[in-house]
């Protein structure tokens, strides 16, 4: 199940875009120096200001090289982002409180334009980390005030653009500081409260994505199973439809093809000499007994009787088809791969029926894989749903997804020899016991064949 978290490519991309932002800050500072000193002739301490503005230049580089080389290459966490987030403003806090220092200090107008970095730090970091920036920027701060004002450290005043008598203004001091208090509580504490606002909808919304997501997974679920159905329905009409039929066919052909066999064999024994007749004869024989095999097949077919159940143990009826073959030349090349549980419990079934479709399913996998392969046995109980699965799985080389919508069909056969009856009967059986026989694969993986009985 997915997990809620913020997206950390749009968290690295909005300190990217910080990035950024601090370029045009560099550029609008540089000019209103510019201005300030050459158009209206405003005295001020250039050095440190132009110092401060070469450090953020200088750590706005690094930055920029993080962002634009190592992050391309290491995909930070949202740990790291978040360490470079608090790195970000409170550097960019610490570089804004010496400039307001170097040009007014508390006589600068420009001390508010902190504001907008409380309401981005609010953004970025979480609600501990940008109160203890803003605390710290005001202790800072005022005790850069305070220093100035005793005289420990010197005042900057920006000569000819505020009045000498603001310094000394206690009340006005009192008013700006404490204006400047409450105006970055409040931003912190509406900024905040908006992030987190729009974090609790972005994790509703997220979670009611996820439960649409499993809404649409149950939605498929129930409309695979309604189609199966309703195959399943139109197959069981077909099959009855044809199972009557096919015994009044079966037996009405059973004994002219009887006599066609023994007559044929008359002729052979009666021309020994001949070659021409007895390779004939042989076809016809071979022909004659194809015959009587899927006469054979449409009587089985025809006389699918309802089971005689017992509860025991099936993986043990498994095991025993699969000693009846496994030394059979044919399966020479064939490995079995057994994963079976020990503690899976009884179900009712008819022991015959049941080693007639298991016995079908294997000799159709080993039929699959001429040069040989593995064939994958497994089961598992579903508790919840009371079924227990088993399933056969071959290595060879699948079924399309055209013909596996025809397997099931009575007489439709994918290989060379074959009535095509035997999937069919083994579906009948399967759905007698109360059960369901599942076909999946795909071309080039295999076929999976999934026995799935009640568990009582």
């Known amino acids: 199940m997915r997990i809620y978290k913020p997206s950390q490519d749009e968290f690295q991309a909005r300190l990217g875009w910080f990035v950024q932002l601090r370029w045009v800050f560099i550029l609008v500072l540089t000019l209103l120096l510019f201005f300030a000193v050459k158009a209206f002739d405003i005295k001020l301490p250039l050095f440190p200001i132009l110092l401060i503005t070469g450090i953020v230049f200088s750590y706005n580089c690094l930055f920029y090289l993080l962002h634009r080389v190592f992050f391309t290459q290491h995909k930070p966490s949202v740990r790291q982002l978040r360490i470079e987030a608090n790195l970000q403003i409170g550097l960019d806090l610490l570089a804004l409180i010496f400039l307001v220092y170097f040009s007014g200090d508390i006589e600068n107008p420009f001390l508010f334009f902190s504001v907008f970095h409380m309401i981005l730090g609010s953004i970025f970091l979480t609600g501990r980390d940008i109160w203890i920036q803003a605390l710290l920027s005001f202790l800072l701060f005022s005790a850069l005030v305070a220093l100035s004002w005793f005289g420990i450290i010197p005042h900057y005043r920006i000569e000819g653009f505020t ?16 204006s400047f208090t409450a105006i970055i509580l409040l931003t912190i504490y509406m900024t905040s409260s908006i992030s987190k606002s729009l974090h609790r909808r972005s994790k509703a919304l997220f979670d009611l994505t996820l439960e649409l997501e499993k809404k649409s997974d149950e939605l498929e679920e129930a409309n695979e199973e309604l189609v199966r159905q309703q195959n399943l329905l139109i197959q069981s009409e077909k099959l009855a ?25 008359f002729i052979k024994e009666e021309c020994p000499e001949q070659k021409q007749v007895q390779n004939d004869i042989d076809i016809v024989i071979r022909e004659t007994e194809r015959c009587k095999k899927i006469i054979k097949g449409l009587l089985d077919f025809a006389r699918q009787s309802q089971p005689e159940k017992k509860c025991d143990d099936i993986i043990a009826v498994l095991n025993k ?26 179900v009712m079934f008819d022991e015959d029926q049941m080693q007639q479709v298991f016995m079908n399913l294997i000799v159709n996998a080993q039929q699959a894989m001429v040069e040989g392969g593995q064939v994958r046995i497994s089961a598992f109980y579903h508790e919840k749903q009371k079924m227990l699965d088993i399933k056969i799985e071959d290595s060879g080389p699948g079924i399309s997804p055209e013909k596996i919508q025809k397997i099931f069909d009575p007489f439709y056969t994918t290989k060379d020899i074959g009535t095509g009856l035997g999937l069919s009967i083994s579906l009948g059986i399967v759905e007698n016991h109360g059960g369901k026989l599942i076909a999946k694969s795909q071309e080039g993986l295999g076929a999976i064949f999934i026995v799935r009985l009640p568990v009582q």
């Open 163 to 178: 009045a000498k008598e603001l310094w000394h203004n206690v009340p006005h001091l009192i008013a700006v500081m404490s």
């Open 241 to 265: 439809s044809l199972g009557n039929l096919s015994a009044g066919i079966a037996h009405e052909l059973n004994s002219p093809l009887t006599g066609i066999l023994n007559f044929s064999h």
């Open 321 to 346: 088809t699969i000693n009846l073959v496994a030394y059979h030349r044919d399966f020479r090349n064939i490995k079995f791969i057994m994963n079976t549980p020990d503690d899976l419990p009884k």
